[in-house]
């Protein structure tokens, strides 16, 4: 499996370590994949089928989400299985993403900024973290690289694309 991040100066270290450590702990070998996007998406995927890699993870960022349809038509090239932290990447045909609910936090959001224009001090607020995961899984995405999700993962789903 490759951890796919946006090469540059700050690498994001915390999705990294999480992604090598969850890996070892399943047996899996995980590589990063520092990319340089959007130029350096067909060789960093190319490069990865040669080396064998079967499935991406990408680590969000602005850069990862505003190219997420060139990094899902290049996964269905490459036939590599993608997953995501949120399910708007599945808009540009990743395979399936598990992440927090970035509609309610903005929901979420704009209650606290309605609080603070009404009055509050921001330092009075509570810090709030994610509460809700969800899972998306992309049918026809998984159909153009022969994967079936099994049926389990199919009824634990919070949305399925077809």
Do not use: C, W
Not at 45 to 71: C, K
């Amino acid at each position: 499996v490759a951890a796919l991040y946006t090469a540059g100066a700050n690498p994001p270290t915390g999705g990294i370590q999480a992604s090598m450590a969850a890996g070892k702990e399943l047996g899996i070998e995980v590589v990063e994949m520092p990319v340089q996007l959007p130029e350096g998406i067909d060789a960093a995927f190319a490069a990865a089928a040669r080396q064998g890699v079967q499935g991406v993870s990408i680590v969000s960022s602005l850069p990862t989400i505003t190219y997420r349809a060139q990094l899902g038509e290049l996964a269905r090239k490459y036939r590599l299985a993608t997953i995501f932290a949120n399910r708007s990447y599945l808009r540009g045909g990743g395979l399936m993403s598990y992440g927090p609910d970035l509609e309610g936090a903005f929901h979420r959001a704009a209650y606290f900024v309605d609080r603070i224009l009404k009055g509050a001090k921001p330092v009075d607020l509570p810090i709030e973290q994610p509460n809700t995961f969800q899972l998306a899984l992309h049918q026809g995405t998984a159909r153009s690289l022969g994967l079936r999700f099994p049926q389990a993962l199919l009824l634990r789903a919070d949305e399925v694309i077809e």
